[in-house]
């Protein structure tokens, strides 16, 4: 009857175990807090490219960015495609509308594209002031960028053709400059000119920066005129006021995203994007292409290889348990030298007295394993009461948050729940080689040296 065997060596492995309660306990804690750690490292990296992955989709996995790069400044100086004022030599880099037209007209493969042009200023309504990324767009930039409406609506093709003084805001914008206010209907100062204000976009979270090629964008703190109102009231060159003097650059876009027909037909397109504008633009390094399908692609790369180093450096503590395991039971062993001698004078082969060491260790291993899943699952408890103490604690003593503190904010856990088997699998494998060695030292006493032990 090998199962009722089986049932009465676990028997007596639990008796043996909780007659030194604490002990076991103790020695459980290496198992559970590795199996903990195993599970909520796994959990915590999944959720940290879960939300790597998100910033990268908000992007769009059909689109391919084009930005407008600054280049360094020893490349700047000969280069001036317009004059400046009283004439300042003015740096000129940066897409051009020819690039747009370009583009569009002979890639076959795109079926939206959407151009735009951005700067830093300052809005102004009667007292209030806001620090704003102006942006002059046409009504396609709404959909490409996901973002929604309050109320209101977004700038039109009608807008664009009119040259209209219309703008749209982003909703810390509205909150700020018309706290109680509806500003529909309001006028909005940038700089020296006035819009109308014709809608509100709902709050929408910070797109994440890229490498080093396209910054963290803050969509509630836009303000969007159409593109042509912003050549005609803006310009091109634009001055900025810096420690008493005057600094002007040159732009005529900042950003061209182009929306492809086909996911297969991105990374091919990205390249022939890549080989036209090197064309036009020389070897001057004023643009970068973008491709988050490639993105995407390294983001889950590097999820797994997150994983694996999270994973095998949580298992070390696992086998930290289980030299543990293996130290109280050498102890165990000694301590219970007799009691081997008695059972193997009364008949016990080795194979029995391996077993029953053996059981104790599984025991121990895979109760430690299955209390450790448990504190696991808890993880996304535990790492929401940790988010609360680094809102309370150290964002609210800061002067602002940096991106990676809203990552860090925003980030959920996600169980892996394939970690919960793997986890217990490997907590009783190295009970069971932990264990193996006590086990068969045990097994080997003479029985007549152990009958004398005292």
Request: proline fraction near 4%.
């Amino acid at each position: 009857m090998p199962f009722a065997n089986t049932i009465r060596t676990v028997r007596l492995a639990l008796k043996s175990l909780m007659l030194h309660k604490l002990r076991s306990g103790l020695t459980m804690l290496g198992i559970v807090f590795g199996v903990f750690s195993v599970i909520a490292m796994l959990a915590i990296g999944e959720g940290a490219s879960a939300q790597a992955q998100k910033q990268v989709l908000a992007l769009g996995a059909t689109n391919i960015i084009v930005i407008t790069v600054k280049p360094p400044a020893d490349s700047q100086q000969s280069q001036n495609r317009g004059g400046g004022a009283r004439g300042m030599q003015v740096p000129a880099y940066g897409l051009l509308r020819s690039d747009y037209d370009l583009l569009t007209s002979t890639l076959p493969t795109i079926s939206g594209a959407v151009r735009m042009r951005e700067i830093i200023s300052e809005a102004q309504y009667l007292q209030r002031t806001i620090n704003v990324r102006l942006v002059g767009s046409t009504t396609e930039y709404e959909e490409m960028n996901h973002l929604q409406l309050l109320r209101g609506r977004f700038l039109s093709d009608k807008d664009e053709a009119d040259m209209a003084n219309v703008a749209v805001l982003g909703a810390e914008t509205a909150s700020t400059l018309f706290p109680l206010e509806d500003p529909i209907g309001q006028t909005v100062q940038v700089r020296t000119h006035r819009y109308t204000i014709i809608g509100v976009m709902r709050s929408r979270t910070a797109s994440a920066a890229i490498g080093g090629s396209l910054s963290g964008q803050d969509f509630n703190k836009d303000i969007y005129i159409p593109l042509s109102t912003f050549r005609v009231r803006i310009g091109d060159i634009v001055f900025t006021r810096l420690s008493g003097s005057f600094m002007a650059e040159q732009v005529e876009l900042s950003q061209i995203t182009l929306k492809v027909r086909e996911i297969e037909d991105v990374v091919p397109t990205s390249e022939v994007v890549r080989e036209s504008l090197r064309k036009s633009h020389g070897t001057k390094p004023d643009f970068d292409v973008i491709v988050p399908l490639e993105l995407l692609r390294q983001a889950d790369q590097i999820r797994h290889i997150f994983n694996i180093v999270l994973g095998s450096i949580a298992a070390i503590s696992l086998v930290v348990g289980g030299i543990g395991i293996m130290n109280i039971m050498l102890a165990t062993v000694t301590e219970r030298t007799r009691e081997i001698g008695i059972r193997r004078a009364l008949g016990a082969r080795q194979s029995d007295i391996i077993a029953q060491f053996l059981t104790e260790t599984i025991v121990l291993a895979g109760s430690g394993g299955l209390i450790g899943i448990l504190l696991g699952l808890s993880t996304p408890i535990a790492f929401e009461g940790l988010k609360g103490i680094v809102n309370n604690f150290v964002l609210d003593r800061s002067t602002g948050t940096s991106q990676m503190s809203k990552m860090f904010t925003e980030m959920e856990p996600r169980i892996a729940w394939w970690s919960l088997p793997v986890a217990f699998g490997i907590s009783v494998g190295i009970g069971i080689i932990f264990g193996l060695y006590p086990a068969r030292s045990a097994a080997k006493m003479d029985p007549i040296e152990a009958l004398r032990h005292e």
